[in-house]
């Protein structure tokens, strides 16, 4: 075992994060999710993860930045509307991440924010790729409009 400080070379790569400023979209975010019978509530207890898909309730972490959370909360929105439990558990994990960050991306960019490298680095995780992208770019299309329509 090593402490860090025993180690030389390059600093490990950072995960990008969404940034700006939302605004009233990430108000207008969370009354779309209340519309669509899904209740939002913080949580202190996800570790790792910046939010969760439970069917019918998300849960974000606390304290992320506005934009951090507008992303986030777009991501699990996906999840909600266009993962079904059956897709859940027939469909792979990679195609359910995938096409959820494709989501919060373009959902993102149209209202101005900064995704950097968040969603890439996010799809790159789980292997996304052209085809996968593709495959999935009709659902994608279909839930990026619903939410797009109700916060723009």
């Known amino acids: 075992m090593f402490d860090i400080s025993q180690t030389d070379g390059k600093p490990l790569p950072q995960l ?13 975010l969370h009354l779309f999710a209340a519309k669509q019978g899904i209740t ?8 790792t993860a910046q939010g969760v898909s439970l069917g ?19 991501h699990e929105i996906c999840h909600e ?17 995938v096409e959820a960050e ?8 149209a209202v101005g924010l900064d995704t950097n490298s968040a969603s890439a680095d996010y799809i790159g995780c789980w292997k996304g790729n052209p085809k996968l992208l593709r495959a999935s770019l009709d659902r994608i299309q279909k839930v990026s409009s ?3 329509e109700a916060i723009l």
């Open 146 to 148: 619903a939410i797009l």
């Open 16 to 28: 990008g994060v969404v940034k700006g400023r939302p605004g009233l979209a990430l108000k207008k």
């Open 81 to 97: 509307k266009l993962h079904t439990q059956d897709e859940r558990t027939t469909l792979a994990r990679n195609v359910l991440e």
């Open 40 to 47: 939002v509530k913080r949580s202190e207890g996800l570790k």
């Open 56 to 74: 019918g309730t998300i849960l974000l972490k606390e304290g992320m930045e506005p934009a951090e959370e507008f992303g986030t909360l777009v």
């Open 102 to 109: 494709a989501v919060s991306f373009v959902v993102c960019s």
